[in-house]
């Protein structure tokens, strides 16, 4: 009895983590397709087997994000960073980057500077970063700063940063 109970039990945590990652699997295809509400359904379920699934709570703020539901994608990034706040790999890191721009459509160019920020000292050669923070900055009056933002980005070959620099920078 001890050893069917065992096996039960065995069968059942190699089961759970299969699901999961399948439900993992097809929600993030369905982000690649651009079916997000599917791709949220599916992270969810997900979510549900495994609560702790940093990777699924970042993809599901992906899916969220693109649908323009800034709120829960921030909730959903958070979650990630808090389960896993130092990995680089799978996507974690890159929810700082999502989340600050979350922040930055809501109007709160605080917190998407300083996720911004944070992105830059995990990953200090990704020109998009540059040229949103230098974006959040000038909204909030920061020119010199976001100018040097700027020219970085296009520093790193981000070319839309020529129209914002000659727009806010050189006048």
Known sequence: MKYLLSMILLFSLVAYGQTAKEYLKKGTEYTKTGEYQ??????????????????????????????????????????????????IDDDIADAKYWRGEAYYNLGNYEKAIADFTEFIRLAPDIADTYYNRGLAKLKLGQKESGCLDLSKARELGFADANDEITKYCQK
Do not use: K, Q, V
Request: glycine share 4%; with cysteine; proline share 2%.
């Open 38 to 87: 599917s791709a949220i359904d599916d992270l969810t379920e997900c979510l549900r087997i495994d609560t702790n699934y940093a990777l699924a709570y970042n993809m599901r703020g992906f899916a969220y994000r693109n649908l323009g539901n800034y709120e829960e994608a921030i909730a959903d990034y958070t979650r990630a960073i808090r389960i896993d706040p130092d990995r």
